[in-house]
């Protein structure tokens, strides 16, 4: 069985000792520091993270902190990522190119992929996921910065394929698709069952995710 990935918020863990009486119990204290260390050795973290408290959440559209986007970018994936260059490269899409005028962009999606319900990932999944970050009753950061999008301009093109139709050329659609709020859900997902469980096809599954604990548990991905 694969060891689960522990990811430790916040980054500082302070383990106080205190002194009582009794050689026994200042012995269980030695043992208890002991485990303690052990297991935050076997863990991954990360520096200048602030908390979300309760906003923190496994939903890709709604990610008020760094905290959250920890969460999201280890269960979901996006159409396309990123280099350090801003250079879009393949993720759940393997290839998209423009129309003659520009205006239409059209998106192959990869094949095989399941999210981790193992339901299969399918163009379903991406038009629901744009235009539920569009929706002004979600709420999502995302919005603002894909004013150039409308939800019916976002259609899939059978099974494995999807267009974005867009008022004017759009040269770098790619690119500003790719946001931190784009992260792929699935067709149909509530924001209640987003909120505290996801439905991504990532690299890692949460497990016992709740909004206020300070480590958070997400076991890898045996379909990844």
């Known amino acids: 069985m694969k060891k689960p990935l522990k990811v ?21 204290s030695a043992v208890d520091a002991g485990d303690t260390a052990a297991a935050a050795a076997k863990c991954v973290k990360y520096a200048g993270v602030e908390s979300s408290g309760n906003k ?26 990123v280099d350090d260059n801003w250079k879009v490269l393949p993720s759940l899409a393997t290839s ?20 981790h319900d193992g339901k299969a990932f399918t163009s379903a999944d991406v038009v629901y996921t744009f235009r539920r970050v569009l929706d002004p009753k979600t709420g999502s950061e995302g919005a603002s910065q894909m004013t150039f999008l409308k939800p019916g301009g976002i259609q899939a093109v059978g099974p494995y394929a999807v267009k974005f139709v867009t ?7 790619p690119l500003l698709i790719t946001n931190k709020n784009t992260f792929i859900v699935q067709n149909g997902a509530t924001t209640a069952t987003l909120r505290t469980k996801g439905a991504g096809t990532g690299p890692f599954i949460a497990s016992g995710f709740s909004p206020t604990k300070q480590v958070q548990t997400f076991n890898r991905n045996p379909n990844y």
């Open 167 to 173: 008022a004017k050329p759009v040269a770098e659609l």
């Open 8 to 28: 430790l918020f916040p980054l500082v863990v302070v383990i106080a000792l205190v002194a009582v009486a009794g050689q026994a119990n200042v012995a269980q």
């Open 56 to 81: 923190n959440s496994m939903d890709p559209a709604q990610q008020p902190s760094s905290q959250n986007s920890l969460n999201v970018n280890a269960a979901y994936d996006r159409l396309t990522t």
């Open 96 to 115: 998209w190119k423009p129309s003659a005028g520009g205006k239409v962009w059209t998106f192959q999606l990869r094949r095989g992929v399941k999210f």
